[in-house]
């Protein structure tokens, strides 16, 4: 590894697509990985084993990351790899689509639960060993819709535009201890969700990027391994679009 530290990693919500391609990537930086779910554990045990074959360091731990205890426990968890996290890449997201005058409390409720409490929740747990230790990176995983918009999508664009408040809000409260909080925010990448995706919506999606195809998870993942690495040492409370061009309108 070119000469930058071995750190401690948590990825949320790795067990599956871009997460997981974080994961990956992160361990092949050298640095040991907690890989967190919530109910695929087979996915979270072969995201370990892939690190491990290739002689890296992971741990599979479940924790809902939107109850506090269970965010908690996680990070006490991750101690059995290491100090502290220095790392924290706030990865877990879900959707669930209605347009908003038939959206239920609970359907905004969960989207903004998970999206962006969660994200809190880890984020200010983490904070405490990296003020301590004077080093961290926090890496916040949103979406172009967080940014341009998307009807049936009110509670995501919302739970994804209130993260960037949240990215550059926390960046300024700890820079002066050597933490960066930054921003990646994914076009359309193909993972489960986007796969599922009917036929013409794909066809649709397509017309306005104009790199003219879906992402890949290991695009993301490439721009985390950019921001958590050395070489962004001077880079903080940013917003990173990785989307084919999409949201350049
Ligand atoms: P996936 O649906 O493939 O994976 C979701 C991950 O989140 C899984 O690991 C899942 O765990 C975990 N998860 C779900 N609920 C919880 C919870 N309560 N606590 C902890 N973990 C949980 O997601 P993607 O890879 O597609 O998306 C990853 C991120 O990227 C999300 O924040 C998403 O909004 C964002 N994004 C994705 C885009 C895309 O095109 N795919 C585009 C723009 C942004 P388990 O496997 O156990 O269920």
């Not at 965010?71 to 908003?100: C, T, Y």
């Not at 409720?109 to 983490?126: E, I, Q, S, Y």
């Not at 003219?212 to 917003?239: C, H, N, S």
């Amino acid at each position: 590894m070119e000469g930058s530290r071995q750190r401690l990693a948590l990825v949320t919500g790795s067990s599956r697509g871009i997460g997981r391609a974080i994961a990956l990537k992160l361990a092949a930086m050298g640095h040991r990985v907690v890989i967190n779910y919530v109910t695929r554990e087979d996915a979270a045990n072969d995201v370990v084993k892939a690190i491990a074959d290739r002689g890296g360091k992971a741990l599979a731990v479940r924790a809902d990351i939107t109850k506090v205890d269970q965010v908690e426990a996680m990070f006490q968890r991750a101690l059995e790899l290491g100090e502290s996290v220095e790392i924290l890449v706030n990865n877990a997201g879900i959707i669930k689509d209605s347009l908003l005058m038939r959206m239920t409390d609970e359907t905004w409720d969960n989207v903004l639960d998970l999206n962006l409490r969660g994200a809190f929740l880890c984020t200010r747990t983490a904070l405490r060993g990296m003020v301590r230790g004077r080093w961290g990176r926090v890496v916040n995983i949103g979406s172009v819709v967080g940014m341009l918009g998307n009807p049936g999508q009110a509670n995501y664009a919302a739970s994804k535009a209130g993260m960037i408040g949240f990215t550059q809000s926390v960046a300024k409260e700890v820079a002066s201890r050597n933490v960066t909080v930054n921003y990646v925010a994914p076009g359309y990448i193909t993972t489960d969700i986007v796969e599922g995706l009917p036929q013409p919506i794909k066809d649709r999606i397509m017309a306005r990027i104009p790199l003219q195809r879906f992402g890949k998870p290991e695009e993301i993942a490439g721009m985390v391994g950019y921001l958590v690495g050395d070489e962004a040492d001077y880079v903080t409370g940013q917003v990173f679009a990785v989307d084919g061009g999409i949201s350049i309108g």
